[in-house]
């Protein structure tokens, strides 16, 4: 099991310019998330997906989009990225409760990006 | 709306010495409870967590986590800091916004050093 996978790891964009991260979970998990992190504010959801087929926006969407292109997948899109999304981001999945698991999210390695 | 602080942004301890880091949460229904590691650049991992019955829960790395319904506290404790403790610690609440979705709500996470 790879777990939950990310690409790329590293990013530098122009402002202005777009481009789409990439999400991958092999666990069969239905809900997926992505995260930025930015230095003393912790983890702020931007979107999640509770299962294939549904999307539905976080604390901070301005500015993002996102496909469930399937169960596995979950994509986050930056269609003009601005120098205040220069963070790390997070792409996280979460089995539904039950056969012991009570809410837990399962992280990737994440993703760099800095926007000039 | 479920709420979690952590006390102290950055935390330092002697190599040897107890590790004490707080978390302290408000939720209007009885909450699960989550502590991640994440060691620098890496993603976060689940170190523990506390769902239902016994209030004292045991993770990974000797970390242990006492839930304490009547301080809304849910401190991690080590006895004994390792170097290889230095990372920074996220504590967590499992929120259910509805329509059979859950969520996480995260503190702003404390960066411990451990000093030889």
């Known amino acids: 099991n790879a777990g939950v996978t990310q690409t790329p790891k590293f990013q530098v964009l122009k402002t202005g310019q777009s481009m789409t991260l990439q999400c991958a979970q092999d666990m069969n998990h239905n809900s997926m998330y992505w995260y930025r992190q930015d230095p003393g504010m912790g983890l702020r959801l931007i979107y999640y997906s509770a299962s294939e087929g549904t999307t539905d926006k976080g604390e901070v969407p301005n500015g993002y989009n996102v496909s469930r292109l399937n169960k596995r997948e979950f994509s986050l899109r930056l269609e003009s990225a601005a120098p205040s999304q220069t963070s790390v981001y997070f792409c996280?999945?979460?089995?539904?409760?039950?056969?012991?698991?009570?809410?837990?999210?399962?992280f990737g390695p994440g993703t760099r990006l800095t926007v000039l | 709306a479920q709420s979690v602080t952590q006390l102290g942004s950055h935390v330092s301890v002697s190599e040897g010495a107890l590790v004490l880091l707080r978390c302290n949460y408000s939720s209007s229904v009885p909450p699960y409870l989550f502590w991640y590691v994440q060691y620098p650049n890496q993603g976060l991992q689940l170190l523990l967590k506390y769902t239902t019955g016994a209030t004292l829960v045991k993770g990974i790395n000797g970390f242990e986590a006492e839930f304490k319904k009547s301080e809304t506290s849910f401190h991690l404790t080590k006895p004994s800091a390792h170097m290889s403790d230095a990372a920074e610690y996220f504590c967590a609440v499992s929120i259910s916004p509805g329509a059979g979705s859950y969520q996480l709500t995260f503190g702003k996470g404390t960066k411990l050093s451990v000093i030889p």
């Open positions: 996280a999945s979460s089995p539904p409760p039950g056969g012991g698991y009570y809410n837990e999210q399962f």
